[in-house]
Every structure is written in structure tokens, then in C-alpha cells.
């Protein structure tokens, strides 16, 4: 199973309490507000809110009404994109990680399925750029297929490894 660090906890905490404030109609939260409403430090609660503001997931607010709201839909938000925005990129092992060869393998029986779970952004990425053909959002669609032609070469480049 999937051991989530504490920041990247707070973040989906945060993005989800965003959502369902946003379903409502409400305004831009501030980080104590957040914070307050579980617990958490705002200290760390702003860390994290800043982090996921400068990967695109939140949009920020500065003066006596401000505060973070989604910058996206949450429906278009993943569980990868809070980690990554949190943690940096996903690694299963070391060599879904690095070029080098461990000395194992040759005689790798996981290395295929691990493999498969390198794909998954790849395809998250595949089911995003289909959302935004269907909502026209035109403009994003040069950028995101630049992302996923990379994408997909890095992936061609681990099944030849």
C-alpha cells in the first residue's frame, strides 16, 4: 500500500475541503482557516497550500478577502497530481528511477509490472488532454501534447532498457 508523507495528507485534505467549499459557492480560504478547521499547524498547512499554488493546482488571493481556491476543476484533479505537486515525481524502485541496470536484471520478474505503473501518468495525462478536446480548452493542447510525445518517449525508453 501506498504510504502518503504527512504534506502530501494535508494537501488532498485541503483540496478536498477547497472542493466542497467551492461546490457551495464560497469564496477563497485562508491557510489558518484551513488549518484550524483540522487541526493541522498553519505554519505547514501554508507550506503545503503554497507548494500545490505554484504547481497549478490552487490559485492564490492576496489582500483582506483573500486566500486559495481551485485553480481547476476538482473532477480534473488526481491523487498523482497532489503527490507529485507534494513529493515530487513517483518512483516505485530503482530502476523505474535511474538508466543504470541493477544486478538483477536479467532475471527480473517485476520489472515489467513496475513498468506498467510508470505508464499510469502517462495515461492520466492521455485522459486530461481528451477532458480538454471536449471542453475546447484549445490553448492548453500544444503544451500538453509536447508533454505527452516526452511522456510516451520515456516510456518507450524503459521497455527497451
Not at 505547514?44 to 490552487?58: D, E, F, P, S, Y
Not at 505503473?117 to 509536447?146: G, M, T, Y
Request: aromatic share 4%; charged share 20%; net charge positive.
Amino acid at each position: 500500500m501506498l504510504r502518503l508523507s504527512k504534506k502530501t495528507d494535508y494537501g488532498l485534505i485541503a483540496l478536498a475541503h477547497l472542493a466542497q467549499r467551492g461546490a457551495s459557492g464560497s469564496g477563497a480560504l485562508s491557510a489558518r482557516e484551513i488549518a484550524e478547521e483540522y487541526a493541522i499547524p498553519a505554519e505547514l498547512m501554508a507550506k503545503v497550500l503554497q507548494r500545490l499554488a505554484r504547481r497549478g493546482l490552487l490559485v492564490s488571493q492576496q489582500g483582506t478577502h483573500g486566500g486559495y481556491q481551485l485553480a481547476r476543476p476538482a473532477s480534473t484533479i488526481t491523487v498523482a497530481d497532489v503527490i507529485q505537486a507534494i513529493d515530487g515525481p513517483l518512483t516505485v524502485t530503482a530502476c523505474s528511477a535511474q538508466h543504470g541496470r541493477c544486478g538483477q536484471f536479467h532475471r527480473c520478474i517485476v520489472r515489467a509490472p513496475l513498468l506498467k505503473i510508470r505508464a499510469l501518468p502517462v495515461l492520466e495525462k492521455i485522459v486530461r488532454a481528451k477532458s480538454q478536446v471536449k471542453n475546447d480548452d484549445a490553448e492548453a493542447l500544444p503544451a500538453l501534447a509536447a508533454e505527452l510525445s516526452a511522456g510516451m518517449e520515456e516510456l518507450a525508453r524503459s521497455y527497451r532498457r
